[in-house]
Each structure stands twice: as structure tokens, then as C-alpha cells.
């Protein structure tokens, strides 16, 4: 994954190695964003940005299934009940951000199956 300017979706085309190639689905990454609510909510409605609530719009009416994918926490459900926080990427170094690459990797693994690849 990038860690850019920006939050950022990622539409990925992943298929389980226990489907056939044809039975693939979409799936989706939408970033964090920095304005959250004060107060514990699921992950889906934690960020308030008109950015992060245009990307949710959006992977929930064209992927089978999406996920937020945290500073803090990585790969989260939509449903994942998440305590506000005031973490980025952009202030972790070289090796941090790799740990947490490398981590959200394993948690798509667990997610959706082995997704490979390299961080």
C-alpha cells in the first residue's frame, strides 16, 4: 500500500483460493480521515468527513464487501466498535509504516484469504 498525501480507496479484485477465478469479488479499502466523532462508534460511522462519507457511499454501493483501514488499527470491519484516536502515518517512520503495511496484510489474509504481495 501507498501512504500518500491523502486517505485514499483502494478498490482490489481478490478471489479466496477456494473459489474459482470466476466467483471473484471486489472488495475495497477506504482511509482513515482525521475528523472523527468524540465518542466510541463502529468503524463506518467513527470518521465524519464529507471524504471519508463519499468513499463509504460509494464502496457500499459498488463492492460486495469494504473495510477502513485505520492508522491506529489497521484493517477494520465497518462494524468494529473503535474509540476516537489522533494517530497518521505521515508522522511514523520508514520502519513503522512497513509494520503496519505488513500487518493490514496479514489481517486481510484473515479477512479474505491469502492476498500475497509485498509491502
Given at each position: 500500500?501507498?501512504?500518500?498525501?491523502?486517505?485514499?480507496?483502494?478498490?482490489?479484485?481478490s478471489a479466496r483460493r477456494t473459489r474459482?477465478?470466476?466467483l471473484s469479488f471486489e472488495?475495497?479499502?477506504?482511509?482513515?480521515?482525521?475528523?472523527?466523532?468524540t465518542t466510541a462508534s463502529?468503524?463506518?460511522?467513527?470518521?465524519?468527513?464529507t471524504l471519508f462519507t463519499g468513499r463509504r457511499r460509494y464502496v457500499e454501493r459498488t463492492c460486495?464487501?469494504?473495510?477502513?483501514?485505520?492508522?491506529?488499527?489497521?484493517?477494520?470491519?465497518?462494524?468494529a466498535l473503535v474509540e476516537p484516536y489522533d494517530e497518521t502515518l505521515k508522522t511514523k517512520g520508514?520502519?513503522?509504516?512497513r509494520r503496519w503495511s505488513e500487518s493490514v496484510l496479514e489481517q486481510l489474509d484473515t479477512?479474505?484469504?491469502?492476498?500475497?504481495?509485498t509491502t
Open positions: 500500500m501507498v501512504v500518500g498525501r491523502t486517505c485514499l480507496v483502494a478498490a482490489i479484485r474459482p477465478w470466476w472488495s475495497a479499502w477506504v482511509g482513515c480521515v482525521k475528523a472523527k466523532r463502529p468503524a463506518e460511522d467513527l470518521y465524519v468527513s460486495d464487501r469494504w473495510f477502513v483501514l485505520s492508522a491506529k488499527r489497521g484493517l477494520l470491519e465497518p462494524t520508514r520502519l513503522e509504516r479477512a479474505l484469504g491469502e492476498v500475497g504481495g
